[in-house]
């Protein structure tokens, strides 16, 4: 599959995988891309997941049949990229990895590999020939050896995770030959979930980017970006600005649905006030990686869930513990509980949110026992409460 010029595609999908990162839910599968440069010199591109390597290894022969490939560019060493270097240098034993200093003590650390490397750093070049690749360092997007790729002929960029998504390629591979629109909330929820932590690395990557005359990202998941290049690096940019819009996401854990009226008392609130958006998501049914994303998405949270255990119920501590790691920023957070003789879920909530940078609002409710109507008329409150920071009143 040619991407521009000679320069080729060589991933592979994975339909199979039910969890990115033993984590992520993967319904529509991943792709991981690699990209052949056939110059006088023979570039490869990052590789593909080991398990993938005999369809992988047969791609790139169809390209160059038996000629050898000079150097293999380490753009990312997370193992879904970088799984088939060893085997690649089995078949092509005279490849030179091509990477910068962290890369390669990964590259020894991860699989064993020692020689034949070729250290760059950030605006070093290497020539192909006809094509003339330039680097760049971008850290912490989203591991701290990361770097970009700009083939200069072509004015093609190998971003690595940089504007990458979830879901397989479904037959084409640029963006132009297919319909993309599935592909924009895979998006959200791939940043929010794996690089979601790292808005401040991706702003400062896509201030570096801002000078390069980019034709083509060619990233490691997911489509290659031509005509929709303006909306991919708004998308991400948006995401790593934490920007939001108006709207309430109440995300509940209850077990005999006590705490379950609580949270659709905050909603009713909620929407007395004027939220038209307003997303519930049971904390034990839905998986968490789809309420970060909408998170992501929208400036008002409320959490509640009942006393387990004297904790707070587990899957919401899960889940809280996965918000304090992404240092979301500007968001409004209202939160709630129950409890039958020993109330803990406000007292946790209320620790967990000095690690979180969302600003409280309201007066958290907890409940003792059944449902009241003087519990739920609280809770309406603190709906109205958010409500009215969600829409700037
Ligand atoms: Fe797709 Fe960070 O690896």
Redesign the pocket.
Known sequence: MKIKGNIYYVGVNDRTKPLFEGMWPLPYGVS?NSYLIADEKIALVDTVEVDFFERYLDKIKQVIVDRPIDYLIIN?M?P??SGSINLIRKYYPEITLVGNKRTFDMVAGFYGETGNFLTIDEGDSLSLGCHLLRFYMIPMV??PETMISFDETENVLFS??AF?CFGALNGGVLDISMDTEWYWSEMERYYSN?VGKYGSPVQKALQKLQGLDIKVIAS??GPVWTVQIPRVVATYDRLSRYATEAGLVVCYGSMYGNTEQMAEAIAEGASEQGVKKIIMHDVMRVNHSYIIADVFRYNGLAVGAPTYNGALFPEMESLLGKLVCRDIKDHYLGYFGSFSWSGQVVKRITEISERLKFEIVGTPVEMKYGVKPESLELCKALGRALADKILGK
């Open positions: 991981y990312h997370e879904d990229h989203h591991w690595g995770d990458g794996i490691t998941h």
